[in-house]
Structure formats: C-alpha cells, structure tokens
C-alpha cells in the first residue's frame, strides 16, 4: 500500500514538473550544434524572467515546429516570415514578437553583380545568367523573384539561364567568379562570406527589395494568457537586464533583442506571395 502511494505521489510530481516546462522550438538553419549554442542562452534568460523551466525543442524543419505547435507539444516557436505566414493560415498559431538583429527588425534582400561587370540596371539583366538560393529563400528567392516580376520581368524568358545554387554562400562565389552575372542574397550572407574570405570587395549592389521582417516569435493557441504576457515581456525586454545582454553579447547570429509584433506585420510578406504567384 506504502510502495503504491509513492509511486503514485513520483507519478503525480513528474507531472506537474512537466506541465511547468515550457517548450521553444526553432527549425534547424544551421547544425543542430550551432542552434543549441545560439538559442540555450536564450532559453536560460527565460526560464529566470518568467520563473518556469523553458527547454528548446529543436524541429527538424518549420513544417514539423508547426505540427509540434498545432499539436500543444511545443509551445512557442520561431518562425521565419514565409513559414510563419504559412502556419498561421491554421488558425492555431499566433504571433507575439518579432526578432530584431543588428538594431533592425527588417532587412532588404540583395541582387548583386561584380564591379566590372558593365551591368548598370535591372534591365541590363536580360539574357544574362543569375542565381537564386533555393526556392524556398526569403531573401535568396521569394522577395528578388517578387521584385522582378513587379517589375515586368518575364522570368521564363528574361534570363539566359536561372539557377539554384544551393545556398547564399554559393550565390555570392558564382557571381565572384563569374559563372553567372548577378545573384540574389542579402548583406548578412555577404558579411559572412567576407569574414570566410571571399573577395566581396568585388561586389556590388545593383537592386533591393523591400524590406524583409525577421523571424516571427509565435505561441500556441490556447496557451495560458497569463504565461504568454511573461514570454512576451521577457522576449522585448531582452536588452534591458544583465542576464538578456549577456544573450545578445552570445549570439552568432547579431540578434540585439525583440519588438512587439502582431499579425499585419507579415501583410507585406503575403502581398510578396501573391505577386510571385503562390
């Protein structure tokens, strides 16, 4: 009777020891290495600011951080702006905050050419080869492709030839060495190729898009309103405490901190969607 009362008294504090976890997902982008050592910082500060345990729930993509969420298994996650906007077409995400990263909560995606390439314009552009990242790159596919479009290009017969390249890196070597003559990225991908020693000196900018949100801090539907208030606080209030400042000197990645965001922050990114057709 004695042994059965424990084990019955083990079972319940296990469970009210997991029902005071918070789970914090994030999509893999980098190894799952460099995530845990960007992102434990982070959850570390918010344990303390809200007085609950916040463990990090690394997804093996943003479908599957969507259905972990959908599911009340993950409780908050970090979306990018596409993936956010898709899972929030479910009804059972919400957004709460949005990153911040080098002071800003926006950033321009990039069409870059080399110096002497005699490429002046967008226009000079046609019959010329160009590299995107992927098709599912925000500032390596998504937005340039939307500009282009919005501004008459035909992708189906602007270009000689338009690639894949894989990834940012790869955009930024093509162009560099010539193998094609202008690509899509963004200035943190150039930033990192230069600290790798890339010869970016070589490059320039011909064309932005418009800016382009950071990555979107959402909740699950139906999460205690009362928690989701601490998260919030703690996330904007990031740069204000020792402990948060001690996150923002560890980050790889430059966040500087959280603003408040709310759903219309992404109309911009759905409007995009449409003009590329999605």
């Given at each position: 009777m004695i042994q059965a009362i424990l084990a019955l008294a083990i079972v319940n504090i296990a469970a009210s020891a997991q029902a005071q976890e918070l789970k914090f997902g994030f999509a893999p982008v980098l190894n799952e290495v460099d995530v845990r050592a960007e992102v434990e910082p982070l959850t570390a500060y918010l344990s303390s600011a809200i007085g609950r345990r916040v463990n990090l729930y690394v997804a093996k993509d943003e479908r599957d951080l969507r259905v972990q969420m959908e599911a009340g298994v993950v409780d908050v996650g970090s979306f990018s702006p596409v993936a956010y906007v898709e899972a929030a077409r479910g009804g059972k995400i919400r957004v709460i905050a949005q990153s911040v990263l080098n002071g800003s909560a926006t950033y321009p995606g990039l069409i870059i050419k080399r110096f002497d390439s005699h490429i002046n314009s967008l226009a000079?552009?046609?019959?010329?080869?160009?590299?995107?990242?992927?098709?599912?790159?925000?500032?390596?596919?998504?937005?340039?492709?939307?500009?282009?479009?919005?501004?008459?290009?035909?992708?189906e017969r602007f270009f000689k030839e338009a690639i894949f390249?894989?990834?940012?890196?790869?955009?930024?070597?093509?162009?560099?060495?010539?193998?094609?003559?202008?690509?899509?990225?963004?200035?943190?991908?150039?930033?990192?190729?230069?600290?790798?020693?890339?010869?970016?000196?070589?490059?320039?900018?011909?064309?932005?898009?418009?800016?382009?949100?950071?990555?979107?801090?959402?909740?699950?539907?139906?999460?205690?309103?009362?928690?989701?208030?601490?998260?919030?606080?703690?996330?904007?209030?990031?740069?204000?405490?020792?402990?948060g400042r001690h996150v923002i000197l560890r980050s790889r990645r430059k966040l500087t901190g959280h603003v408040l965001a709310d759903d219309s922050f992404f109309d911009a990114v759905r409007r995009v969607e449409k003009v590329g057709g999605k």
């Open positions: 000079d552009l046609e019959g010329k080869r160009f590299a995107f990242v992927d098709s599912k790159s925000i500032s390596g596919f998504v937005y340039p492709r939307a500009m282009l479009i919005d501004k008459g290009v035909n992708l390249a894989g990834s940012h890196e790869k955009v930024i070597a093509a162009v560099l060495l010539g193998t094609v003559h202008a690509g899509a990225t963004d200035d943190g991908a150039v930033a990192a190729a230069k600290a790798k020693g890339l010869p970016t000196f070589d490059l320039e900018v011909l064309a932005k898009t418009e800016p382009i949100p950071y990555d979107a801090i959402a909740v699950r539907v139906g999460l205690d309103d009362v928690l989701v208030s601490q998260v919030q606080t703690a996330l904007v209030g990031l740069g204000s405490t020792p402990a």
